[in-house]
């Protein structure tokens, strides 16, 4: 029998989990009792937990191997009866999902900041998930952040840390650890999704080239088996496949920035066909062709046209789902198949309910999120392997088919302009002045456009009801076009707004003109609007995707 041991402890301020679980920095989480406060308040969360079986894994980053043995101490003291535990500690967001459902586990803990830095001075995070493998709900976290505010204690039980270097079974006091294999399980579920058959023939082909950059994170392993071992890709085909603790001193955010060395790669003559990279987790994706880059909500909505291609959708889709902020050219896909399309908050803990009600099949955001049904998180590697299912079959290019998309349905013009790091009190600034102008905006013509909405987005819930609001500055025009303005919750270092810009052509001889040209009379709108220059103290946004 191991000891069970009770340290006391006082509460931490700042343990509010933002859209996508607690994320610091790592010196914040190295804080003697940070972990433990936060891992005992969302025990105590969730009630009697004894004999349930837990998930745990994460994605790698610095301080993972520390909190992994921290909280299977802590489960054991909690009284579950098993944790699986990826080997190493690891296991994408999409797997744990998945294996939180296959194993039928109550519920995950997944450690990760995501696409942001990692290392001694770069951030970490943990998120529970739910028995249906999706995010916690708000109604959960604001819970935890409720009882973080009194936990006076916690249990931890005492010993040595875990082997989690081989795959098998041991014991922690009356606690099962299964270390599994992060990816066994995860591969199953592609398997039964995507044409194997067909994808392997593309890929051994010889008129096909891919790379795939797993940005030193997760993912490597996971692209190596199913692209490489499973499906026959070139042994070269995966680019940056070890995973490190400081993602190589990158920053493992699967977008044109970041993953420059693959857009380098993709932009040469002969360059590959297909390119594509995901993030620190595995959970966001970006989409490269030769000469071509797909915007994530386009993405989406080329997924969605292309469905009933793809053997696990080809029963068609219940309906489709997309954040608030994300572009509309889903939702014309969604008209033309006679679908349902929800427009949610940001965060994807908003899609759950309406996947678990099986009214939504596929889902995305704007922010190189893309997925399904076939687990409660977003699936970089999953898009990828859709995108090569369509490629497969349709046996076009990528730009093709993007430029098909676009004939067929018009093009949704569309960028995010991110001001990064600002000081609160100016960006909150924003949203308050933007909010006091809502109600005189309808009918005002700005710009030579209507505007026919002007709103702070409020949603509630289909199936349960709840209500979130605050999410996010809605301006709407006549011509569909649209502005968003909304502050980060995932930044950890001040504040970010999210100035996001869309504007809708049908005009064929109009649809291949470069996004910010297109965009230049919205974003002074969005300029006069907002007074950004002024207000943020800055004469261009940090980052423009
Ligand atoms: C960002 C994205 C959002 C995504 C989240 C987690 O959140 O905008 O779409 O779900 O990261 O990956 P934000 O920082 O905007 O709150
Ligand atoms: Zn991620």
Redesign the pocket.
Known sequence: MTDVRTVSTTPFQDQRP???GLRKKVDVFRQPHYLENFTQALFDTLGDCRGDTLVLGGDGRYYNDVAIQTILKMAAAAGFGRVLVGRDGLLSTPAASAVIRRHRACGGIILSA??NPGGPAGDFGIKYNTGNGGPAPEQVTEAVFERSQSVDAYCIVDGGDIALDRLGATRLGNMAVEVVDPVQDYAALMGELFDFDRIHELLTSGRFTMRFDAMHAINGPYARTLLVDRLGAAADTVMNGEPSPDFGGGHPDPNLVHARELVELLDRDPGPDFGAATDGDG??NMILGRGVFVSPSDSVAILTANAHLVPGYRAGLAGVAR?M?TSQAVDRVAAELGIACYETP???KFFGNLLDAGMVTLCG???F?TGSNHVRE?DGLWAVLFWLNILAVRRRSVAEIVHEHWAEFGRNYYSRHDYEALDGDPAQGIIEHLRAELNGLPGKSLGGRQINLADDFTYTDPVDRSVSQHQGIRIGFSDDSRIVF??????TEGA?L?VYVEQYEADRARLHLDTQDALAELIAVAERLAELKLRTGRNAPTVIT
């Not at 909304?486 to 930044?491: D, F, K, M, N, V």
Request: charged content about 30%; proline content about 4%; overall charge positive.
């Open positions: 933002g859209t996508s995501s696409h959970d966001r954040s902020p940001t965060g994807w955001e704007e922010s999120g977003k909304r502050l980060s919750g995932t930044g970010t999210r």
